[in-house]
């Protein structure tokens, strides 16, 4: 995707030392563009941690990114394998409701056990980590093509008239590596002449719909419109809204999907408008091993001060502004669980099928289950 005309992942190698992750420090988006440099692994957990980053495909590569630095930090001899082990660990558990990261922790783990040689383990976790990343841009690129049919058939539908798309967080290159999950059949359809316009959710408290998403699609030209987290239903009502297009953070593998708080709603009012609701995910992000997502799914609670803060640019500078009584104490659970029921499809790189263990299964084949 581009910023200010030039080309940008999300995350990527320094180009002048391979031993620093450099990011782009979502926080001060969309006022500031800022680069991170993450030369540690303590450095990329405290990154996903607070959300100097965030979106389950990204955080996958970032922790990945992670085993390999803690690779070059890892001491010689037999406690290379301990010190990595402590530091997966670490990483696990800076966001635990997306299964992203702890796939793609194991998976640099296992790769590194297959040696001795401390420089081959080195070698092989950042050849995996780049493998991963290139894996995620493609899983995301395949998401657009699979979803890109449901936008040109609407478009039929309505003589080429615009349609009108929902979403809600960010579910765009930002939260990927590129492309993103959701976004990315929007992008295609776009670049492709279908005329698009984007109901762009705010979505409390971190509002990453109106600073991400929207700063996404504005850099890239799509018609957008911000909206309060409360005016979906209201859209819909009104027959403003022709489908719902979100990502989903852990999928189950019967189709129920934990996405950004407020998702829920969202699928409640598509279903009784007859609003089509669509997840778009990569295969990473299902947990073949649960299959009940209210049960099974840990939500992530954050702290208050989320909630009862806001932040924005004043004056050239960025401020955080008190919203509510200070001494009001404030919740702050940051997902929730769409049963499969009020899903319309799950879009994946290898296609489009039913929320259901039936429909995922038919696309990723019988062994998944083990």
Aim: charged content about 20%; overall charge negative; hydrophobic content about 40%.
């Amino acid at each position: 995707m581009k910023i200010n005309q030039q080309h940008f992942q999300s995350i990527w190698l320094k180009e002048d030392d391979p031993t620093c992750v450099q990011i782009i420090d979502q926080r001060h988006l969309p006022h500031q563009f800022i680069i991170e440099d993450l030369s540690s692994v303590e450095a990329v957990a405290q990154a996903i941690k607070e959300m100097h980053l965030r979106g389950a495909p990204l955080i996958g590569v970032t922790a990945a990114y992670g085993m390999y630095l803690a690779c070059l930090e890892a001491p010689q001899g037999f406690l290379f394998d301990d010190y990595v082990e402590k530091a997966a660990n670490h990483l696990k558990s800076t966001r635990p409701t997306a299964v992203n990261l702890a796939w793609a922790v194991d998976q640099l783990f296992e790769t590194i056990k297959t040696t001795e040689n401390r420089q081959e383990k080195i070698k092989l976790a950042l050849q995996k980590a780049e493998q991963l990343k290139k894996e995620s841009i493609e899983r995301c690129f395949q998401i657009g093509q699979q979803g890109l049919p449901l936008i040109k058939n609407l478009s039929a539908q309505k003589n080429g008239e615009v349609i009108n798309i929902l979403t809600h967080c960010n579910a765009g290159w930002l939260a990927c590596v590129d492309y993103g999950t959701a976004t990315s059949p929007i992008y295609l359809a776009h670049d492709r002449g279908i005329k698009v316009h984007v109901w762009v959710d705010e979505t409390r408290p971190r509002n990453q719909g109106a600073r991400l998403t929207a700063y996404e699609l504005g850099q890239h030209g799509i018609p957008h419109t911000v909206i309060p987290d409360n005016v979906g239903g209201h859209l819909m009502q009104h027959g403003m809204v022709d489908m719902v297009l979100v990502g989903t953070d852990r999928t189950t593998r019967k189709g129920d999907v934990a996405n950004k708080i407020g998702t829920y709603l969202k699928a409640l009012a598509a279903k009784d408008n007859n609003v089509p609701f669509y997840v778009a995910l990569p295969s990473s992000t299902i947990d073949w091993s649960i299959e009940d997502g209210l049960k099974e799914i840990p939500i992530e609670k954050r702290g208050e001060s989320e909630v009862k803060y806001i932040a924005g640019q004043h004056q050239n500078s960025i401020k955080q502004v008190l919203l509510t009584p200070s001494t009001s104490p404030a919740v702050n659970y940051a997902f929730d669980v769409t049963p499969a029921h009020l899903v319309t499809g799950l879009i994946t790189e290898k296609g489009v099928c039913a929320a259901s263990e039936e429909g995922l299964l038919e696309l990723f084949g019988q062994n998944q289950q083990s």
